[in-house]
């Protein structure tokens, strides 16, 4: 069964303190994975895409690696606006859906 | 600008009652979704469709129906039948399963 889990479920960082999020997939056969920002009552805000293993992608302070098992969303001194919570999905080759992890929710303390 | 807006914001369902959640796109995508979440829950697909007039379902389509009959258009009834109909609904569209855009959610709840 494809399936994706995110790790930690929270994280409370200080303003500054760089962490990492993981996503682990076990999926039939990747064809990209995802990367969303939610916001408290809104719908996710895409982050990225990637399609390939070592492949990474950079977006302000977020930046975004995958290996053949899980990817990371690295922050790198994050500040008190990057509290959300951040999904991750596959989209699985042959098929035109998305599995979502059940995301992680990120606090950042001023 | 180009979007996906959904209505309402807030909605509450009467028991026995259908209540019919309204997407609208201008992206132009072929594509459009909904989803299902519940708190500490991923997105759970409910069902999509890829063409007009066209639509399957997924993973918990019991309870719910759909229409494609505008390309722009994508409207999810929460029929009766859903016993549990209490969530965060939001409406997706992509071109080619790629980068998907999501409305600001509709959100249901049972009186």
């Known amino acids: ?110 | 600008d180009g979007g996906i807006t959904q209505s309402p914001k807030y909605l509450f369902r009467k028991e026995g009652q259908n209540v019919t959640l309204s997407c609208e796109q201008n992206l132009n995508h072929d594509a459009m979704y909904w989803y299902r979440q519940d708190p500490g829950q991923g997105l759970r697909l409910i069902y999509y469709s890829q063409i007009v007039n066209d639509f399957q379902k997924g993973d918990i389509a019991e309870g719910y129906s759909v229409s494609r009959e505008k390309k722009e258009s994508f409207p999810l009834t929460v029929t009766s039948a859903q016993k549990n109909p209490t969530a965060f609904y939001l409406c997706a569209s992509s071109i080619d399963g790629e980068g998907k855009h999501f409305g600001a959610g509709t959100r249901l709840s049972v009186l």
Request: hydrophobic share 30%; glycine share 8%; with cysteine.
């Open chain 1, 1 to 110: 069964e494809d399936q994706v889990t995110q790790s930690p479920e929270a994280l409370r960082l200080q303003e500054g303190e760089s962490s990492s999020l993981n996503c682990s997939y076990t999926v039939s056969g990747l064809r990209g994975l995802f990367w969303y920002r939610q916001d408290p009552g809104k719908g996710p805000e895409f982050l990225f895409t990637l399609y390939s293993a070592g492949e990474e992608k950079e977006k302000e302070r977020l930046k975004a690696t995958l290996t053949k098992k899980e990817s990371f969303l690295h922050i790198t001194a994050p500040k008190p606006e990057d509290s959300a919570t951040y999904l991750c999905a596959s989209l699985i080759q042959g098929a035109q859906k998305l599995v979502f992890g059940q995301g992680t929710r990120l606090t950042i303390n001023p």
